[in-house]
């Protein structure tokens, strides 16, 4: 079974560059979320994807946006960086079902807008 | 906005004693979850409760509910070195099942 990965390990861009952030889902797993984690601070929700659509989002501008694929692997866009978009940013895998589920974790891409 | 919040912010013990965080939260729920976090990175699932169990247990973790009180402990006995990490409970959003809401976490630090 293969676990969540995320690509790439690391990112530094300069503001008002956008960045593009990859997820790949654990097998069989068919949702996705993505959270924003600053540093010392909890994830936050950005949003989450059930079948190649948006299943829900956080607090995050319209320039945070994303994609899932057929293959239930995802993207993160983020458009006009700021340097408040510098943090770790989580992707997460489950599989949909009624009822709550665990979420697994894909290791981060810690992003630096300078 | 943050739904739960762990106490204590920082915890250092030594390694064999238990260590007890604590995470409280606003609205009603049907579960709470907490993950461990490691140096910054992923996140790693330990324990969901939902909110008809008072008590659940995985090896050395024990974790309580009081939804009357709106709080949650996770104990970790015998503690080891490689148990240092942050803590976090997530809930689900109030408006969504999916959505889960966390803490800032408790930063646990195990001395050898």
């Known amino acids: 079974e293969t676990g969540v990965t995320q690509s790439p390990t690391h990112l530094i861009k300069t503001r008002g560059q956008q960045v593009t952030l990859r997820c790949s889902s654990q097998s069989g797993h068919n949702t996705v979320s993505w959270y924003q984690q600053a540093l010392g601070q909890g994830p936050q929700f950005i949003f989450q994807?059930?079948?190649?659509?948006?299943?829900g989002r956080g607090n995050f501008p319209p320039r945070f946006s994303g994609l899932q694929f057929p293959n239930y692997s995802s993207e993160l866009n983020v458009n006009a960086l700021e340097l408040d978009d510098s943090a770790l940013y989580l992707c997460?895998?489950?599989?949909?079902?009624?009822?709550?589920?665990?979420?697994?974790f894909g290791p981060g891409t810690r992003l630096t807008v300078l | 906005s943050q739904q739960g919040e762990e106490d204590p912010q920082a915890l250092s013990i030594q390694e064999g004693e238990n260590a007890t965080m604590n995470c409280s939260y606003k609205?009603?729920?049907?579960?709470l979850q907490w993950y461990r976090q490691n140096s910054g990175r992923g996140l790693v699932h330990l324990i969901l409760?939902?909110?008809n169990e008072r008590e659940k247990h995985s090896g050395r973790l024990r974790v309580t509910l009081d939804t009357s009180k709106k709080s949650s402990s996770l104990l970790i006995t015998a503690s080891r070195a490689a148990d240092t990490a942050s803590y976090f409970c997530a809930t689900p959003s109030r408006d969504s099942n999916y959505q889960l809401i966390w803490g800032a976490g408790t930063k646990l630090i195990i001395k050898p």
């Open positions: 609205t009603s729920i049907n579960n």
């Open positions: 409760i939902r909110s």
């Open positions: 994807y059930y079948r190649e659509e948006e299943n």
């Open positions: 997460a895998s489950s599989l949909w079902r009624e009822g709550p589920n665990e979420q697994f």
